[in-house]
Nanobody
Framework: QLQLVESGGGLVQPGGSLRLSCAAS????????IKWFRQAPGKEREGVSC????????MYEDSVKGRFTISRDNAKNTVYLQMNSLKPDDTAVYYC???????????????WGKGTLVTVSS
């Protein structure tokens, strides 16, 4: 089955850090732009950050700029999301997906994973 598998979520205190991983299963994610999304309880899903296939272009939603960093290691077939200075509002299920055709032209998405839960609470 072709999908992305998220991991790295958990419970963290406000101000803490987590690193999420998005690993490709059954395919090579190297040629594709990959985007992280999140969905908080009772809210709609929103985009968080996106990275180009080569890793040289990144995009961030305003609320996470300066706190989150997206990166990728194509040799490991994995995209990462480093999350620092976490806030309770960051609590959500985090998903990654292939964005088509690119981060700058996000007309579609595929290879969705099941998500990983991040809970920011004291």
């Amino acid at each position: 089955q072709l999908q992305l598998v998220e991991s790295g979520g958990g419970l963290v205190q406000p101000g803490g850090s987590l690193r999420l991983s998005c690993a490709a299963s059954g395919f090579n994610l190297g040629p594709y732009d990959i985007k992280w999304f999140r969905q908080a309880p009772g809210k709609e899903r929103e985009g968080v950050s996106c990275i180009s296939s080569s890793g040289d272009r990144t995009m961030y939603e305003d609320s996470v700029k300066g706190r989150f960093t997206i990166s990728r290691d194509n040799a490991k077939n994995t995209v990462y999301l480093q999350m620092n200075s976490l806030k309770p509002d960051d609590t959500a299920v985090y998903y990654c997906a292939r964005i088509m055709p690119s981060c700058s032209r996000p007309y579609g998405s595929t290879y969705w994973g099941k998500g990983t839960l991040v809970t920011v609470s004291s």
